[in-house]
């Protein structure tokens, strides 16, 4: 079975005080029995990274980024590389969230080229999919997911699969309370599996790690976790309250 992953994304929420007290709230609580089976991400704002690596660094829990630049260096004010994310010791970033695509215009070339260069740094990336409302209205969010996928995921070869997790969060579920069910869940898991598997090939498929995000709680973790292809999640909201997050992640390592 795959192994699960439970990953906290931040967003633009906490200080720098703030971020170091959720943290060491996590990091003090989780039960060792948790980490031991399942993988715990938490992805703070780029300006806590350093100093949560430190807080967090005998507690089994990994860090993340929540986004990256597809260069190097050099002069692109304001941007983060990869090799700065590895510096402060981030093992995985999440690219292209729909908040990226939305607000800063994120193409899925642009993902496609970020997801690159973080895989070339050596770091593991989360790629955010997943359709808009009028595309799930419009019976067009199969269509939508796919041309993501294979857009996000262009001449990444399958060596690099490894280090590449799918996180599918439906637009219209995200922030709103509104999650997909847990059959639809599935069903789009499988369906990025598919059209992993023509990619690549079927074992790429078999090892791929398909998260759900979108809505997701302490409440109903258990169902959208226990879904036929879920093989974690990405979490938003909940993921700010130290006793939701951990009652989630803790759901994820009983699934047997
Ligand atoms: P949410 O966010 O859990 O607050 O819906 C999920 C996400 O955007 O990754």
Redesign the pocket.
Known sequence: MRRKLI?G?W?MNKSYNESQILAEEISKNIEPTITENTDVLICPPFISLGVISEIIKDSGIKLGAQNVYSENDGAYTGEISAEMLKSVGCEYV?IG???RRKFFYETDEDVNAKVKKALDNGLKVIV?VGETLEEREKGDFEKAVTAQVTGSLEKISKESMRDVVI?Y?PVW?????L?ATPEQASEIHGMIGNTVSKLYDSDTAENLRILY?????AKNAKEMLSACGVDG???????LKPDDFISIANEASKIK
């Open positions: 990953a994304n967003k999440i969230h729909s908040e955010c996180a969060e579920a995200i922030g709103t309370g999650n995000g979108g809505s997701v709680n999640a990405l979490i938003g909201g909940a993921s």
